[in-house]
């Protein structure tokens, strides 16, 4: 009887391994066929002129160069607002509050947040932001948008961090006659700067990959401007161009060489990630 048990248990944990290498294999198979089908359709694509002008309906020349910055402007836009709220509210929540209704509330918000489609912000932006506040279609517009859907990412992981932190480093910079405001600015953030590190750059491809709340808040157009000037103005990110390519206008070939950008840029990104968190921790083991 026990032998019996013994090899229905022996084949119920071979069949479970062979389930999970299955399951894992299928999803790295897909992963590489959806990046190197997008990467060999549009790598051949990309050329310096498409890279470095802008579209010209009169002479027929397609150029991205106008979405390429638009996009780096509103990451940066986005950045510089949702990092120092994030990570502010963060710091109150875990260090400060001492209402733990008022804590759970405020993270159940942020979860509420995060699970809201896009298309909704997108909705909301455009008609708070463009028309309640006049700011009419523009990149400060999707980018203050963008603010309100990244910020639960880098809250929550901020907070996740600083409950990393071991609370005898607060005790002993407290011992040491630390006022609460040194022992966070000098001890805790210091020791969570990864999870910090890791929020902004999931933001920073949140961000590179929005398209549904861009188009009713930032707009199509491909005009080149510079940082203040085109925050002011309507402009055309990579995904926003991407859909206007191969939805409007029918170039395909274009569509794939900015859909391999985005591409490359998401797997700098994801490798970027990887490094920044091997480096701290290794500076952490230290």
Excluded at 9 to 36: D, E, H, N, P, Q
Excluded at 257 to 278: D, G, H, Q
Aim: charge should be positive; glycine fraction near 10%; hydrophobic fraction near 50%.
């Amino acid at each position: 009887m026990n032998h019996k048990m013994s090899n229905r248990r022996k084949g119920y944990i071979c069949t479970m391994k062979l389930l999970m290498w299955l399951s894992a294999g299928m999803t790295a198979a897909l992963v590489l066929f959806l990046a190197g089908y997008i990467l060999l359709k549009g790598i051949p694509y990309i050329t310096w002129e498409l890279l470095s002008t802008e579209p010209s309906y009169l002479s027929g020349r397609i150029g991205i160069l106008p979405d390429i910055l638009n996009t780096l402007y509103i990451i940066i836009a986005t950045l510089l607002i949702v990092i120092p709220l994030g990570v502010g509210a963060a710091i109150y929540l875990t260090e400060y509050a001492r209402n733990k209704k008022l804590v759970s509330m405020i993270e159940y918000a942020a979860e509420t947040l995060s699970g809201i489609p896009s298309i909704i912000y997108g909705l909301v932006g455009m008609l708070f932001f463009c028309q309640f506040l006049n700011m009419k279609t523009s990149l400060l517009a999707g980018a203050l948008t963008l603010v309100i859907m990244n910020l639960p990412t880098v809250m929550r992981t901020t907070q996740e961090s600083l409950k990393t932190v071991p609370q005898s480093y607060r005790e002993g910079a407290f011992g040491l006659g630390a006022g609460k405001w040194r022992v966070i600015r000098t001890v805790v953030l210091p020791g969570c700067v990864d999870g910090v590190m890791t929020g902004c750059i999931l933001s920073v491809g949140r961000i590179l990959g929005e398209s549904a709340a861009l188009l009713f808040t930032a707009g199509f157009a491909h005009v080149l401007n510079g940082f203040f000037d085109g925050l002011g103005s309507s402009g055309c990110t990579l995904t926003v161009a991407l859909y206007v390519y191969a939805k409007e206008q029918g170039e395909f070939e274009v569509a794939f060489a900015v859909a391999a950008i985005l591409m490359m840029m998401t797997l700098l990104i994801n490798f970027a990630a990887a490094l920044v968190s091997r480096y701290f921790k290794k500076r952490r083991s230290l």
